[in-house]
């Protein structure tokens, strides 16, 4: 079965930047969107920003206009871009790959992304 590997989460202080990667071990079928959700030490996990299979991105109000879901096709591998970080930012952090034929979704392991005030 497909499995999602995530990396390049760590320390970084408010105001800096950081790029998570999210890479598949094999190919993904109908895949109907991708993107990242994360969850904050007692909280729900939450949107960070998708992209549908029309291309069309829905980010949280929180992080709009601070993020971007560059991809590879090549490496089977998409990315989260995040500038002007807050500690509000703080949180493990989950890629996700939606499709329409099953399993229907695919998750990452997860990567601890810490922003220092």
């Known amino acids: 079965q497909v499995q999602l590997v995530e990396s390049g989460g760590g320390l970084v202080q408010t105001g800096g930047s950081l790029r998570l990667s999210c890479a598949a071990s094999g190919s993904i079928f109908r895949i109907t969107s991708m993107g990242w959700y994360r969850q904050a030490p007692g909280k729900q996990r939450e949107l960070v920003a998708t992209i549908t299979s029309a291309g069309r991105m829905n980010a949280a109000d929180s992080v709009k206009g601070r993020i971007g879901i560059p991809v590879d096709a090549a490496k089977n591998t998409m990315y989260l871009q995040m500038d002007s970080l807050k500690p509000e930012d703080t949180a493990v952090y989950y890629c996700?790959?939606?499709?329409?034929?099953?399993?229907?979704?695919?998750w990452g392991q997860g990567t601890q992304v810490t922003v220092s005030s």
């Open positions: 996700n790959v939606q499709t329409s034929l099953l399993p229907y979704s695919y």
